[in-house]
């Protein structure tokens, strides 16, 4: 059997009679990168929500590391290694970079945050800028901040909501390039919901398709975008 590092077994979350998400069955194996697609209002974020802990399952179980973290609250899910980072850009302008991502590994326990934070900016290249006020980078630099905040503490799963939201292509690919090499370095292994399809198909090593709540197609890059009812349903027949 597979040891998966996350899994979600018939998840549902419904509000009322809107079933946002209804028994989604989800893995996660250790350095992959699995990639969640779907048209608006499919679900996507919902899914994150409900494995962060941020919305409270109508039905079903997550668990992490072969434990049920279902009843447990977002900080506790989070110290167990299940990291989030957020679509819109979490930093204070007014901090130096290494700074700030001490502090977050400071927050996060680590046995030495300076070391965990110098390895983290590294990692995404933002060591040159260690003593940039954040206020002052590009905008690119500041969605690698972002992540880097999501990454002290070394987390064993990331969930990324849109990290590639407003960024040039150049950029995208820059970040993409450094969330790769991030799951063959570190072996983190990341759920990606992102809008930018190049992006998806190009490093996810599984694709989840959604559509109105459900699962409608899982596999390879290759296997999803070959599957018939994903053409029809999201990217069009001239996918
Ligand atoms: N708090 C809420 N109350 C009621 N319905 C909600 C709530 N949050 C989400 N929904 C509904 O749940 C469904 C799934 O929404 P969700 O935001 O997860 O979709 P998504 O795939 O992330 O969409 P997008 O790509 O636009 O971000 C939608 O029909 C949405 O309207």
Redesign the pocket.
């Known amino acids: 059997m597979t040891d998966y590092v996350l899994q979600t077994e018939d998840v549902a979350i419904h509000?009322g009679g809107?079933k946002?998400l209804d028994g989604v069955a989800l893995t996660l194996e250790r350095g992959q990168i699995r990639g969640l697609i779907?048209p608006?209002?499919?679900?996507?974020?919902?899914?994150i929500d409900a494995i962060t802990g941020r919305r409270r399952l109508t039905r079903g179980k997550v668990t992490l590391g072969g434990q049920d973290v279902s009843a447990l609250g977002v900080v506790e899910r989070r110290q167990r290694g299940l990291s989030r980072s957020f679509q819109r850009t979490s930093v204070f302008g007014q901090m130096r970079v290494r700074q700030q991502v001490e502090l977050a590994s400071h927050q996060m326990g680590a046995d030495d945050p300076g070391a965990d934070a110098d390895d983290v900016l590294q990692e995404l290249s933002l060591d040159r800028m260690a003593d940039t006020l954040a206020v002052d980078l590009g905008y690119g630099e500041q969605r690698r901040l972002d992540l880097a905040l999501a990454l002290v503490g070394r987390p064993s799963v990331l969930l990324l909501d849109e990290p590639m939201a407003g960024l040039s292509v150049q950029e995208s690919l820059d970040l993409a390039q450094h969330l790769k090499a991030l799951t063959t370095r570190r072996k983190v292994s990341v759920l990606l919901?992102e809008?930018d399809m190049d992006v998806v198909f190009g490093i996810s090593d599984q694709v989840t398709v959604?559509e109105l709540?459900r699962v409608i197609a899982q596999g390879s890059p290759a296997q999803v975008r070959a599957d018939p009812r994903v053409r029809e349903a999201y990217l069009g027949s001239a996918a």
């Open positions: 509000y809107v946002a779907g608006n209002g499919a679900g996507k974020s919902t899914v919901v809008h959604f709540g």
